[in-house]
């Protein structure tokens, strides 16, 4: 979802697939429906949706069903980052080793192991090039001073 009208943040918006090909968008407060088709964008007032369907997923698992009515909610970046913020726990293990514990609690499992590894991730990244940027220096010093000594 695009949102283009900061009213939209924070509210529920109420799809209800009607089959694989089509479903309905009703907006939240003014009540209006719209009727959109899955895989096409559906523009509104103030934004536009796009609907798609893992249809890799449904071969799959062909007994699945995605006939039904779903609440989709956009949280603005302010929003997004309390949630966040309350649901996370990092604490060090220990001071003197770059160890870390992150927790992340949601309903979801799967959104909580994708967000503490992808979280852990970039840790590790600034962690590298940190240390990469603290060698770097050292060396460049060792060098500066090797010459130095060397000309005297």
Same mark, same amino acid.
């Given at each position: 979802?695009?949102?283009?009208?900061?009213?939209?943040?924070?509210k529920?918006?109420? @799809?209800?697939?009607? #089959?694989?090909?089509?479903?309905? &968008?009703?907006?939240p407060g003014?009540g209006?429906?719209?009727t959109?088709? @899955?895989?096409?964008? !559906?523009?509104?007032?103030?934004?536009? &949706? !796009?609907?798609?369907?893992? +249809?890799?997923? !449904?071969e799959?698992?062909?007994?699945?069903?995605?006939?039904?009515t779903?609440?989709?909610?956009?949280?603005?970046?302010?929003a997004?980052?309390?949630?966040?913020?309350?649901h &996370? =726990?990092?604490?060090?293990?220990d001071?003197d080793?770059?160890?870390? +514990?992150? *927790?992340?609690?949601? $309903?979801?499992?799967?959104? $909580? $192991?994708?967000?503490?590894?992808?979280?852990?991730?970039a840790?590790? #990244?600034?962690?590298?090039?940190?240390?990469?940027? $603290?060698?770097?220096?050292? *060396?460049?010093?060792? =060098?500066? +001073?090797?010459d130095?000594v *060397?000309?005297?």
């Amino acid at each position: 979802m695009s949102i283009e009208d900061d009213q939209w943040y924070g509210k529920d918006f109420i @799809i209800t697939v009607k #089959d694989t090909e089509s479903y309905t &968008l009703t907006l939240p407060g003014v009540g209006t429906t719209l009727t959109g088709k @899955i895989d096409e964008s !559906l523009q509104f007032e103030g934004g536009k &949706l !796009l609907v798609g369907i893992n +249809r890799p997923l !449904l071969e799959e698992k062909p007994n699945m069903t995605i006939i039904g009515t779903y609440v989709y909610q956009v949280k603005n970046k302010e929003a997004l980052i309390q949630e966040v913020l309350t649901h &996370l =726990d990092v604490t060090s293990v220990d001071k003197d080793v770059p160890v870390i +514990r992150i *927790s992340y609690k949601s $309903a979801v499992p799967e959104k $909580a $192991a994708v967000f503490v590894n992808a979280l852990a991730s970039a840790y590790i #990244d600034d962690y590298i090039s940190i240390k990469y940027q $603290a060698a770097e220096t050292t *060396s460049q010093f060792l =060098d500066n +001073r090797i010459d130095e000594v *060397s000309k005297n």
